[in-house]
């Protein structure tokens, strides 16, 4: 019986012990740093162009992917990022010219995994084009960067879609 005893609290303790020992410690909680360079907030981006994208990412283990989502701004929404209210005045956030009506709003979302396991990178590119028909005013530009983990940071940006003679030009590559 006592022999008995003795494997049942040896359980017991073997149990508390090797519980108390499976908290892992090395599990990532910590959000991807972003330095977005480029674009810049409230540039004014030709139609029929591509953007200057450039940005600087880490993660203190192992980056994951980034994803780029442009969409447009003329029903005045914002991410939570803002604080200003919702119900901002929408006619400044599209040209609303006849021209305009019958262009179409310009939609991009895509992910690369070209970062994956890396600590750090320098992401430069000119891979988005701006449809030439697309509807001219204000969009978001997200940037969205997961670690290996699955923590994710985001940047916003407003810019401005307009036609090729009131871009910004001066820019860095």
């Not at 972003?34 to 450039?54: C, Q, R, T, V, W």
Request: one cysteine or more; aromatic letters at 6%.
């Amino acid at each position: 019986m006592k022999k008995i005893k003795y494997i049942s609290a040896l359980s017991v303790i073997s149990l508390f012990v090797l519980g108390s020992c499976s908290s892992d410690s090395s599990v990532d909680t910590e959000k991807p740093v972003i330095i977005l360079n480029a674009p810049e907030e409230g540039a004014k981006l030709a139609a029929g162009s591509d953007i200057h994208f450039d940005m600087e990412v880490s993660d203190n283990v192992a980056l994951g992917s980034y994803n780029i989502d442009i969409h447009d701004d003329f029903d005045g929404h914002n991410h939570g990022t803002e604080s200003t209210s919702v119900l901002k005045n929408v006619v400044q956030n599209i040209d609303e010219s006849q021209e305009n009506a019958t262009r179409v709003s310009f939609v991009y979302n895509h992910t690369w995994t070209d970062i994956v396991g890396k600590r750090n990178d320098h992401v430069h590119h000119h891979e988005i084009v701006i449809a030439k028909d697309a509807k001219r005013g204000k969009y978001h530009f997200v940037v969205k960067v997961l670690d290996k983990a699955g923590n994710q940071s985001m940047e916003f940006r407003t810019i401005e879609i307009v036609d090729p003679e009131d871009a910004d030009h001066d820019h860095n590559h």
